[in-house]
């Protein structure tokens, strides 16, 4: 199914993912770049909410630009089938090799500020992340690996613990909150 058909059926959490969901269709119908970093204004990209098989800890990343602890994600960079593009950064950012989707549906979307930073030496302005989120299970016993040039850091937390660890303010409280509600509730 499309990512257009996907956006259109899902069924928003709350007023936030409502009001990014309109945002994000009106954006993948009109831009021809949404899923490039070519559009240097909004772009799509897909995060992943990684769990252990019992749903009670989160695998995440110690982001070197955000210097904070964070969910696994990274850009399209031109794929249309996010849930490849959220297992596929999930498995480079924490070296687990075995991570398979709780379900193939979208668990969570939001829209991302990213401030101007550096990458790779060069400056990226500030934009948009137009983010689809999946739901994914990893093996808490798999060997981790830190990925230098995106994280230093690669650990699990419990649920309360993810929130305790994030040092970003508005995605403790409107992302990963909501998250982890929606982990809980099923």
């Known amino acids: 199914m499309s990512l257009l058909k996907?956006?259109?059926?899902y069924a928003p959490y709350n007023e936030q993912e409502a009001n990014d969901k309109a945002v994000m269709i009106k954006l993948l119908e009109k831009e021809s770049d949404i899923f490039t970093r070519e559009n240097e204004v909004a772009h799509f990209t897909a995060s992943s909410w990684?769990?252990?098989?019992?749903?009670?800890?989160?695998?995440?990343?110690y982001h070197n630009i955000?210097?904070?602890?964070?969910?696994?994600?990274?850009?399209?960079d031109g794929e249309t089938d996010l849930l490849a593009v959220a297992m596929r950064e999930a498995m480079e950012e924490t070296g687990v090799?075995?991570?398979?989707?709780v379900s193939e549906d979208?668990?969570?979307i939001e829209i991302l500020t990213v401030d101007g930073h550096i990458k790779r030496g060069k400056y990226v302005p500030s934009h948009l992340h137009l983010n689809v989120t999946y739901l994914l299970e990893a093996d808490e016993a798999e060997v981790l690996h830190i990925k230098q040039d995106e994280n230093s850091g690669v650990a699990w937390f419990t649920l309360e613990e993810a929130l305790e660890k994030c040092s970003e303010p508005?995605?403790?409280e409107w992302i990963y909150k909501k998250l982890n509600e929606k982990l809980r509730n099923g």
């Open 66 to 76: 955000y210097h904070s602890w964070s969910w696994t994600g990274g850009h399209a």
């Open 170 to 172: 508005w995605m403790i």
């Open 97 to 101: 090799k075995t991570i398979t989707p």
């Open 50 to 61: 990684l769990v252990n098989k019992e749903h009670t800890k989160v695998l995440m990343i």
């Open 106 to 108: 979208i668990f969570s």
């Open 6 to 9: 996907q956006l259109k059926a």
